[in-house]
């Protein structure tokens, strides 16, 4: 499994910016985020059919994660960002069913290369 990121730029706060993920069809979708000097965290993740979604609650509300199963992609839909939002976002794939939690990396075999979101006046 590939997984390709994409999606990430420079805004300025209050944007909205649209991050994709291609080559997690079947699979569990998370994303992750690392900011400079912190740990990663969790951000938001899909079941493999679409049917739940789980948020970090730092961005519920502002974020939201779909996926098109037909086209082999996951959005991950960020509004209203914040310059604490700033970070390299990774895409993650996991099994379709696990003990692990969705927003446990434990759960997730396959990690995609990052994209940089940078929110800044």
């Known amino acids: 499994v590939q997984l390709q990121a994409s999606g990430g730029g420079s805004v300025q706060p209050g944007a909205s910016l649209r991050l994709a993920c291609a080559g997690s069809d079947e699979f569990s979708v998370g994303w992750f985020r690392q900011a400079p000097g912190k740990e990663r965290e969790f951000v938001a993740a899909?079941?493999?059919?679409?049917?739940?979604?789980y948020y970090a609650g730092s961005v519920k509300g502002r974020f939201t994660i779909s996926r098109d199963n037909a086209k082999n992609t996951v959005h991950l839909q960020m509004n209203s960002l914040r310059p604490e939002d700033t970070a390299v976002y990774y895409c993650?794939?996991?099994?379709?069913?696990?003990?692990?939690?969705?927003?446990?990396?434990?759960?997730?075999?396959?990690w995609g290369r990052g994209t940089l979101v940078t929110v800044s006046s």
């Open positions: 993650v794939a996991g099994p379709k069913n696990s003990g692990e939690s969705y927003s446990s990396e434990n759960r997730y075999n396959y």
């Open positions: 899909i079941r493999w059919d679409g049917r739940g979604t």
